[in-house]
């Protein structure tokens, strides 16, 4: 869950495999982030912590969006939008190197594929296609001439050949191959406001912010079901838990 407390924040904080609300909840009270801006929970519900700072120097930032890890190199991708980059880090916490390219435009959500970066930018409503070094590729502009997107949030791949991207003011999920062709969209009837997407087990789920649900779907994109989310206050944002 992303909180926003000011008296313990600095800016935002977003928390993945917790398995159910209850330990999110302890997980929750037991943060304090005074001098780092980002904590992410492995499958352990070990906390990473990010090493960084409020600022702009290298490891710094100030408003994070959203993060991904490479399970393969070991590393953390952390998007700044204030900023305007990329940030990587070791799964230790460690600042290693930072991504910047004129390329990225308000990055909002990232996601990996086994080969590529995907970095989604609100100022330009587009898709950016990344090498994991954080050489520029490609981005959805410029491969689909004719497309124009209404926004572009959080995102996921699926089975390393299909990338889901939130469009949290078109009220759908926009759907890109790997090479940023776009091949369509779902979710339009049965969507408020896309926060973010995960799949799991051949599923799609869509936290959806103004519903406080999450929506499921068939990697078919068949609308399956919704589940509400009451308790604790519970208003979905940017967030979700795998």
């Known amino acids: 869950e992303l909180k926003r407390d000011k008296d313990k924040l600095d800016s935002v904080c977003e928390l993945k495999f917790v398995p159910n609300t209850e330990e999110l909840i302890d997980c929750v009270k037991k943060i304090h982030l005074r001098d780092s801006l980002c904590v992410e929970y492995n499958k352990r519900r070990d906390p990473i912590v990010m090493k960084g700072r409020r600022g702009a120097g290298e490891g710094d930032m100030v408003y994070v969006r959203a993060i991904a890890v490479d399970k393969e190199m070991d590393l953390v991708y952390v998007t700044d ?26 990055p909002y959500g990232i996601s990996l594929s086994d080969e590529f970066v995907f970095v989604s930018c ?99 994109h068949i609308y399956l079901t919704s589940i509400q989310l009451v308790g604790y206050n519970y208003v979905p944002y940017r967030e979700f838990l795998a």
């Not at 204030?82 to 990225?104: A, C, P, T």
């Not at 050489?135 to 497309?147: A, G």
């Open 81 to 106: 939008w204030y900023n305007g980059v990329v940030n990587v880090y070791s799964i230790e916490g460690d600042f290693v190197r930072k991504i910047v390219s004129d390329k990225l435009y308000g």
């Open 122 to 220: 609100s100022g330009r409503k587009n898709v950016v296609k990344l090498s994991k070094t954080g050489v520029y590729l490609s981005d959805s502009k410029t491969v689909n001439k004719d497309l124009s997107l209404t926004g572009c949030g959080n995102m996921c791949t699926y089975n390393n050949q299909t990338l889901y991207v939130c469009n949290e003011l078109g009220n759908r999920i926009e759907v890109f191959g790997l090479d940023l062709s776009y091949t369509g969209n779902f979710g339009e009837e049965e969507i408020g406001c896309p926060s973010d997407i995960k799949t799991h087990n051949d599923m799609i789920f869509v936290l959806d912010y103004t519903a406080r649900k999450i929506h499921t779907f068939n990697t078919g």
